[in-house]
């Protein structure tokens, strides 16, 4: 969603490449089984991992790995296991087969982990401790992650539900100079349970409504209060749990959460996983298909340092992903991707929140939605912002400069800007907004969401970011054109943005080519594919392991293979399209195959070469 991944790109290199995801109308049911799924069985697999009773079942390379002697101490209890120490060449291992459950949508492993090390580099790892599960690495570890005490390390083995497999830790060391790897209290979780059937691809929890109210310190960067949510089981499979998505948590640690949930009502709090991004909520009695809940939970949000999407520049903050939002599942189960600072992990359905916000008058608090604001105690305002059918919602709080006005299309448009930019440059972006909000408006339906309201800070390092009736963007047409795309692309056609990118990206960045008068001509004589395995269609866990790609392929080669296919149809029939899949799928979600299927009902020209050369698949 971002319109420019990189940070090197200055505003007059913006390129923007966005467009959202498109929903077709759902494919027919298919018959259930027979027999039901397994059903998870939550539980901790791994025995005795705190190494209390001696080795078994573990199986070590020599006596001394599973010990209680001096040199090192246990996280817990009086044993543990030390592998390496020797200060030569020597190797460690520590092996246990275990079983992960079927059924289960989340397994962790969990182990607690202290190195210590004789080696004086800061930069070369001579000593390596390896986690795997059978021939596959988990994770590596080495002399330059030494620490003082232990650290929590966590681990998503979700893939491995219903296999027995070896879990394995191998210390291996050189020639010279000790390095001590030293584990206590491994386990692995596992829970989640009511997988969907083959065939129940509803996606649940549906039609949530938040009820947020949230009071501010006197810098806007502390928020603390109380959130509900209601929802429904729209799924025949009855609803034993959810997940909340405390994604801003990828910006801190286990240890020191900006995002704290507590006092919990309405289910029972499990543990934190995906990085502490993910909290299970267990509730108590399954829900029915057609059945509603609510859960309450007190929040405290911290604000970081920094100009992010979540962060503060000086006294202007930031704050989108804050507000805990409820995972999805569907017909692949519960979606508890990581957190991905190079493009959206977020996948969420259209809600409804009510949001109240009690801060110091002395900052302007733009946000998701309609916002009113009213005296609060002295020197507060409170602003109440509402909005309906948004995936999710976003604020800022701060001393902005802020002018207004309207679209010829009616649309109200706010500009707050940060200190620095002046006043052509925030009038300039005004004019841009409300040129872009009923050009996208005009070729795929009205805008939904009221006002809109763009943060301008000319530090943002990633360009642009988009939420429902809220931006942040730089001074730069290109960009906001770009982010204000967004509000269809990803706001009202909703996506998989981890699995499914292109979908927000290459469609948006098509959507501002459009807006802007570019026709694409020639751009896709340019493509240079760097493997066969690069595609437009791979998830964001590819584009994180080949991050220089993916501006490039999502963004550029994405929104050329559009225009392509706008010249395979023609201009009408290509614009037909878009418009009718949008209406097909407003405030819905979006999969790849379902707009191939689409663009084929549009034109007699099969199009399957088309999707082969472009590499577009699913």
């Given at each position: 969603?971002r319109?420019t991944?990189?940070?090197?790109?200055?505003i007059?290199?913006?390129?923007?490449?966005?467009?959202?995801?498109?929903?077709l109308p759902g494919?027919p049911?298919v018959?259930?089984?027979?027999t039901?799924?397994?059903?998870?069985?939550?539980?901790?697999?791994?025995?005795?991992?705190?190494?209390?009773?001696?080795?078994?079942?573990?199986?070590a390379?020599?006596?001394?790995v599973?010990?209680?002697?001096?040199?090192?101490t246990?996280?817990g209890?009086s044993?543990?296991?030390?592998?390496d120490?020797?200060?030569?060449t020597?190797?460690d291992?520590l092996?246990?087969?275990?079983?992960v459950p079927?059924?289960?949508s989340t397994?962790?492993?969990t182990?607690?982990?202290?190195?210590?090390?004789?080696e004086?580099?800061?930069?070369?790892?001579?000593?390596?401790?390896?986690?795997?599960?059978?021939s596959?690495?988990?994770?590596t570890?080495?002399?330059?992650?030494?620490?003082?005490?232990y650290?929590?390390?966590?681990i998503?083995?979700s893939?491995?539900?219903?296999q027995t497999?070896?879990?394995?830790?191998?210390?291996?060391?050189?020639?010279?100079?000790q390095?001590?790897?030293?584990?206590?209290?491994?386990?692995?979780d596992?829970?989640?349970?009511?997988?969907?059937?083959?065939g129940?691809?509803?996606?649940?929890p549906?039609?949530?409504?938040?009820?947020?109210n949230?009071?501010?310190?006197?810098s806007?960067?502390?928020w603390?209060g109380?959130?509900?949510?209601?929802?429904t089981?729209?799924?025949?499979?009855?609803?034993?749990?959810?997940?909340?998505?405390?994604w801003?948590n990828?910006?801190?640690?286990?240890?020191?959460m900006?995002?704290?949930v507590s006092n919990?009502?309405?289910?029972?709090?499990?543990?934190?996983?995906?990085a502490?991004?993910?909290?299970?909520?267990?509730l108590?009695a399954?829900?029915?298909?057609g059945?509603s809940a609510?859960?309450?939970?007190?929040?405290?949000?911290?604000?970081?340092?920094?100009a992010?999407?979540?962060g503060?520049?000086?006294?202007f903050?930031?704050?989108g992903n804050?507000?805990?939002?409820?995972?999805?599942?569907?017909?692949?189960?519960?979606?508890?991707?990581?957190y991905t600072?190079?493009?959206e992990?977020?996948y969420?359905?259209?809600?409804?929140f009510?949001?109240?916000?009690?801060?110091p008058?002395?900052?302007?608090?733009p946000?998701?939605g309609?916002?009113?604001?009213?005296?609060g105690?002295?020197?507060?305002?409170?602003?109440?912002?509402?909005?309906?059918?948004?995936?999710?919602?976003?604020?800022?709080?701060?001393p902005?400069?802020k002018?207004?006005?309207t679209?010829?299309?009616?649309v109200?448009v706010n500009?707050?800007?940060?200190?620095?930019?002046?006043s052509?440059?925030?009038?300039s972006?005004?004019?841009?907004?409300?040129t872009a909000?009923?050009?996208?408006?005009?070729?795929?339906?009205?805008?939904?969401?009221?006002?809109l309201?763009a943060?301008?800070?000319?530090?943002?390092?990633?360009?642009g970011?988009?939420?429902?009736?809220?931006?942040l963007d730089?001074?730069?047409?290109?960009?906001?054109t770009?982010?204000?795309?967004?509000?269809?692309w990803?706001g009202?056609v909703?996506d998989?943005?981890?699995?499914?990118?292109?979908l927000?990206?290459?469609?948006?960045d098509?959507?501002?080519d459009?807006?802007?008068?570019?026709t694409?001509?020639?751009c896709?004589?340019?493509?240079?594919?760097?493997?066969s395995?690069?595609?437009?269609?791979?998830?964001?866990a590819?584009?994180?392991?080949?991050?220089?790609r993916?501006s490039?392929?999502v963004?550029?080669?994405?929104?050329?293979?559009l225009?392509d296919?706008?010249?395979?149809l023609g201009d009408t029939a290509?614009a037909?399209?878009?418009?009718?899949?949008a209406?097909?799928?407003?405030y819905?979600?979006?999969t790849?195959?379902e707009?191939?299927?689409a663009?084929?009902?549009a034109?007699?020209?099969?199009l399957?070469?088309?999707w082969s050369?472009?590499?577009?698949?699913?």
């Amino acid at each position: 969603m971002r319109s420019t991944p990189h940070k090197a790109l200055g505003i007059g290199a913006l390129t923007v490449a966005a467009v959202a995801a498109l929903v077709l109308p759902g494919t027919p049911a298919v018959a259930r089984p027979d027999t039901a799924p397994a059903a998870c069985t939550p539980a901790q697999v791994v025995t005795n991992g705190g190494f209390e009773s001696g080795t078994s079942p573990w199986t070590a390379s020599s006596s001394t790995v599973v010990t209680s002697r001096s040199g090192q101490t246990a996280h817990g209890g009086s044993s543990y296991a030390w592998l390496d120490g020797v200060g030569s060449t020597h190797t460690d291992t520590l092996t246990q087969s275990v079983t992960v459950p079927a059924g289960c949508s989340t397994a962790t492993l969990t182990f607690w982990l202290h190195i210590d090390t004789a080696e004086r580099t800061t930069s070369v790892a001579y000593d390596k401790l390896t986690a795997k599960v059978g021939s596959t690495t988990l994770a590596t570890y080495s002399n330059l992650d030494k620490n003082t005490g232990y650290v929590q390390k966590s681990i998503d083995v979700s893939s491995y539900a219903g296999q027995t497999v070896s879990l394995s830790f191998t210390g291996t060391e050189d020639s010279s100079l000790q390095t001590s790897f030293v584990l206590d209290d491994v386990a692995l979780d596992t829970s989640g349970g009511t997988t969907p059937p083959p065939g129940d691809s509803t996606r649940t929890p549906a039609a949530p409504s938040y009820t947020v109210n949230l009071s501010s310190d006197t810098s806007g960067t502390v928020w603390t209060g109380h959130e509900n949510v209601t929802f429904t089981n729209a799924s025949a499979t009855a609803l034993g749990e959810l997940y909340l998505r405390l994604w801003d948590n990828y910006h801190g640690t286990c240890g020191s959460m900006p995002i704290k949930v507590s006092n919990v009502t309405g289910g029972t709090a499990g543990d934190l996983s995906v990085a502490c991004t993910a909290l299970k909520i267990t509730l108590p009695a399954p829900l029915a298909q057609g059945q509603s809940a609510t859960i309450g939970f007190d929040l405290g949000i911290t604000v970081p340092s920094g100009a992010d999407r979540f962060g503060h520049d000086g006294a202007f903050s930031f704050i989108g992903n804050a507000l805990p939002v409820l995972a999805v599942r569907d017909g692949a189960g519960w979606h508890l991707d990581p957190y991905t600072n190079n493009g959206e992990s977020f996948y969420s359905l259209a809600a409804d929140f009510n949001v109240t916000l009690d801060h110091p008058s002395t900052l302007l608090v733009p946000a998701t939605g309609t916002s009113t604001d009213t005296p609060g105690t002295s020197g507060r305002t409170v602003t109440t912002a509402t909005a309906s059918k948004v995936r999710d919602f976003a604020w800022g709080a701060g001393p902005f400069t802020k002018i207004s006005g309207t679209s010829p299309g009616g649309v109200p448009v706010n500009i707050y800007s940060v200190t620095g930019i002046s006043s052509s440059s925030a009038q300039s972006m005004l004019s841009t907004a409300k040129t872009a909000v009923d050009a996208h408006a005009a070729r795929f339906g009205a805008y939904p969401y009221g006002e809109l309201d763009a943060v301008i800070d000319n530090n943002y390092w990633f360009g642009g970011m988009e939420y429902p009736g809220f931006v942040l963007d730089l001074v730069s047409t290109t960009a906001l054109t770009h982010e204000i795309g967004h509000q269809w692309w990803y706001g009202i056609v909703g996506d998989d943005e981890y699995n499914s990118p292109w979908l927000d990206e290459a469609f948006t960045d098509y959507a501002t080519d459009l807006a802007l008068g570019k026709t694409g001509t020639n751009c896709w004589s340019s493509v240079s594919w760097a493997s066969s395995a690069e595609k437009i269609t791979n998830p964001m866990a590819y584009w994180d392991a080949h991050s220089s790609r993916y501006s490039t392929v999502v963004y550029g080669y994405g929104k050329c293979a559009l225009h392509d296919l706008r010249r395979v149809l023609g201009d009408t029939a290509m614009a037909k399209l878009l418009k009718d899949y949008a209406t097909a799928h407003w405030y819905g979600v979006s999969t790849t195959a379902e707009f191939k299927a689409a663009a084929q009902a549009a034109t007699s020209t099969d199009l399957t070469s088309f999707w082969s050369t472009h590499r577009i698949d699913g």
